[in-house]
């Protein structure tokens, strides 16, 4: 089943990498904070490739995506996709569209060699929280039980979603090749693995 084979992938986000601060004084010190964050409990990469990957990208173009929120990303060679929610009491103006300051950052760190496949997943994330927000109750109830929980789902349904289609593609796959049982069963779950 679709759900068991998520299961077992430990979950993106913890209250451990959760983060409520009263202020912080620049970008630089949201990427430190964030930074200390996604590398707890993992030996795949240094803080120093976490903080140059995510400063790199941001180089890009600005990763506030209105609401109060941003989703600063990064890709590493990591077995598993992270993320790491540091929440301000007094938000940074970063150029968002809508013109707020930005007090929620989501950061993600993506495994390199799945970053088509979760960018596509991601963008459906972030339209979620363009439209939607996140409740005021989970900021201002400062648990990060809570709000591990909450983001915990809205990733799980896009993980869903994601495997989904790619089971989907995989079995069309095997159709038109007209590969045999053996081979069907090898290709479904090559495509839902997740390194």
């Known amino acids: 089943m679709i759900t068991a084979s998520i299961n077992k992938y430990p979950p993106p986000l913890d209250s451990e990498r959760i983060k409520f601060m009263k202020k912080i004084e620049s970008k630089k010190c949201v990427f430190d904070a964030l930074t200390e964050l996604l590398i707890k409990g993992q030996k795949e990469v240094t803080k120093h490739e976490v903080f140059d990957a995510l400063i790199e990208r941001e180089k890009l173009g600005n990763t506030s995506i209105g609401n109060g929120i941003a989703v600063p990303k990064a890709h590493l060679p990591i077995t598993n996709l992270r993320a790491a929610i540091l929440v301000v009491n007094k938000g940074l103006h970063l150029g968002a569209a809508d013109k707020q300051a930005t007090t ?29 927000g996140i409740p005021e109750n989970l900021i201002t109830s400062k648990n990060s039980d809570l709000l591990a929980k909450y983001f915990e789902n809205l990733l799980y349904d896009d993980l869903q979603e994601f495997m989904s289609e790619t089971t989907t593609e995989a079995s069309k796959k095997i159709k038109i090749n007209g590969s045999s049982n053996h081979d069907s069963n090898k290709s479904l779950t090559q495509d839902r693995e997740y390194k």
């Open 104 to 132: 929620i950052f989501l950061a993600l760190l993506i495994p390199d060699n799945q970053r088509d496949k979760y960018n596509m997943m991601l963008s459906t994330l972030n339209q979620n929280l363009i439209l939607n």
